[in-house]
């Protein structure tokens, strides 16, 4: 089992920090501990988020639309079923992407 690591992508204090982005992953528990981690990310408006997440040859392993409200939204993802290695992970609301890594250790 790994040491736990926080990713840091963006430090929002509020929406209104954002500075015009509509969307921002605040962080994750990289290394993912008993099957789950939970990914946090802040949004300006209500809506639909699409979360995928890739293995590091491009192929799609996983994804699932989430239902986004404004401000900070906090869902856990289960890992259950998956190799250990290092993925990506994205989150789209249609109009801003962001991306971020995840190591899971089974």
Known sequence: VGAD???????VVGV???QGDTMGILR????????ETSIQ??????????????NLLGGLV?????????????FVFLSKGMD?????YSLSDGTSIVTSRMVVSE
């Open 16 to 18: 209104d920090g954002m």
């Open 5 to 11: 690591v926080m990713v840091c992508r963006t430090v």
């Open 28 to 35: 994750n528990r990289a290394t993912v501990l008993e099957g």
């Open 84 to 88: 250990s290695g290092v993925y990506l």
């Open 62 to 74: 996983y994804s699932e639309q989430l239902n986004g409200s404004v401000g900070l939204n906090k």
């Open 41 to 54: 990310f802040m949004l300006r408006a209500t809506g639909s988020v699409e979360f995928q997440v890739y």
